[in-house]
């Protein structure tokens, strides 16, 4: 249960700002980006003057999202209020707030969230942050409009991929009707942000299956920049590969590498699993996340993280 006295000095602060800066992590996902749309425009709503930045900008897959071309990749001007949303950690925003003094709310469900600002509202129980923003908008004296309410569903249905994680229950469901009842096109939402592919992601994602291997209960593949090349695939992300892989019946960890430059390369981890807990993995490498996602960034050539990856999942996970 959110602390009652630290969403009244959020509300409170809200209130008495007039120019806020809201922020969100790095390679943002469809939670990223609906709660800082979300938070973003009930502000504007408000009457409020915001900045909506993330420092990679958009991923093409969530353009579809009023409003989202608002977002910058860095700060401008000056603001007397800073919101995090759905980072764990300060780093993950990124250089963005290299400049700020004070972060002064975070709002996030990681269970590994560092507590970085003077008010952090976190809920390790919600299965995205845009959940515990669908509590604490009107909390805030903030309005959820249509546009508001697709945000805040469209957070929902990626984290949960559908609505299928495990660690959904019956409030979020309720959640998703009521935004649905304010004006939210649950369906249209649903086939844009999950199920929807273009045909160069397909072709990437074909890339990655033909390269699939199998050890234990441990699936993984790779993508590489080649790969990206021949598919034509115009972001730097794995098109959801991770989340096909996963759902292999033999996979009890799906795992999956993604070339960002020949020496770095992300890292994602997947269970449906309740006896595994990949995040414990992805802090190994100082990534983080949830016990049945999480992921990180890693300095090395594909071939070399790959190998170690690989080891230490089966090490730390399958005891082998």
Same mark, same amino acid.
């Given at each position: 249960?959110?602390?009652?006295?630290?969403?009244?000095?959020?509300?409170?602060?809200?209130?008495q700002a007039q120019r806020v800066l809201v922020c969100s992590h790095?390679?943002?996902?469809?939670?990223?980006?609906?709660?800082?749309?979300?938070?973003?425009?009930?502000?504007?709503?408000a009457g409020k003057y915001v900045q909506m930045v993330s420092e990679?900008?958009?991923?093409?897959?969530?353009?579809?999202?009023?409003?989202?071309?608002?977002?910058?990749?860095?700060?401008?001007?000056?603001?007397?209020?800073?919101?995090?949303?759905?980072?764990?950690?300060?780093?993950? @925003?990124? !250089?963005?707030?290299?400049?700020?003094?004070? +972060?002064?709310?975070? &709002?996030?469900?990681?269970? *590994? %969230?560092?507590?970085?600002?003077?008010?952090?509202?976190?809920?390790?129980?919600?299965?995205?942050?845009?959940?515990?923003?669908?509590?604490?908008?009107?909390?805030?004296?903030?309005?959820?409009?249509? @546009?508001? !309410?697709?945000?805040?569903?469209?957070?929902? +249905?990626?984290?949960? &991929?559908?609505?299928?994680? *495990? %660690?959904?229950?019956?409030?979020?469901?309720?959640?998703?009707?009521?935004?649905?009842?304010?004006?939210?096109?649950?369906?249209?939402?649903?086939?844009?942000?999950?199920?929807?592919?273009?045909?160069?992601?397909?072709?990437?994602?074909?890339?990655?299956?033909?390269?699939?291997?199998?050890?234990?209960?441990?699936?993984?593949?790779?993508?590489?920049?080649?790969?990206?090349?021949?598919?034509?695939?115009?972001?730097?992300?794995?098109?959801?590969?991770?989340?096909?892989?996963?759902?292999?019946?033999?996979?009890?960890?799906?795992?999956?590498?993604?070339?960002?430059?020949?020496?770095?390369?992300?890292?994602?981890?997947?269970?449906?699993?309740?006896?595994?807990?990949?995040?414990?993995?992805?802090?190994?490498?100082?990534?983080?996340?949830?016990?049945?996602?999480?992921?990180?960034?890693?300095?090395?050539?594909?071939?070399?993280?790959?190998?170690?990856?690989?080891?230490?999942?089966?090490?730390?996970?399958?005891?082998k």
């Open positions: 249960m959110m602390n009652k006295d630290l969403v009244e000095q959020t509300r409170q602060k809200i209130e790095t390679r943002p996902d469809g939670d990223a980006i609906g709660s800082l749309l979300a938070l973003g425009q009930a502000l504007q709503d990679d900008g958009v991923p093409s897959a969530l353009r579809f999202l009023p409003g989202s071309e608002q977002i910058r990749n860095h700060p401008e001007d000056g603001f007397d209020l800073v919101i995090v949303v759905d980072s764990s950690k300060l780093d993950r @925003v990124g !250089a963005v707030l290299d400049e700020v003094d004070q +972060i002064d709310i975070n &709002i996030d469900h990681h269970p *590994d %969230n560092s507590q970085f600002a003077q008010i952090n509202l976190v809920d390790a129980a919600a299965v995205s942050t845009t959940q515990i923003l669908t509590r604490l908008l009107p909390a805030f004296g903030l309005e959820i409009s249509p @546009v508001i !309410a697709a945000d805040l569903l469209t957070g929902m +249905i990626t984290d949960t &991929i559908g609505f299928k994680t *495990d %660690n959904m229950h019956p409030e979020v469901l309720r959640m998703a009707a009521e935004l649905y009842e304010l004006g939210a096109d649950l369906p249209t939402l649903y086939h844009n942000a999950v199920a929807a592919k273009t045909f160069e992601a397909a072709r990437y994602m074909g890339e990655g299956l033909s390269q699939l291997k199998r050890q234990n209960g441990l699936i993984w593949t790779v993508l590489t920049l080649e790969n990206r090349k021949n598919a034509k695939y115009p972001g730097r992300d794995d098109a959801d590969l991770v989340n096909i892989i996963s759902a292999i019946d033999s996979a009890d960890v799906a795992l999956i590498f993604v070339e960002q430059n020949p020496n770095q390369i992300k890292v994602s981890w997947r269970t449906r699993s309740l006896e595994i807990d990949v995040s414990k993995v992805a802090h190994q490498y100082g990534g983080g996340g949830h016990r049945a996602a999480a992921g990180a960034m890693i300095e090395g050539s594909l071939q070399d993280v790959q190998a170690d990856v690989v080891q230490t999942t089966q090490r730390m996970i399958f005891k």
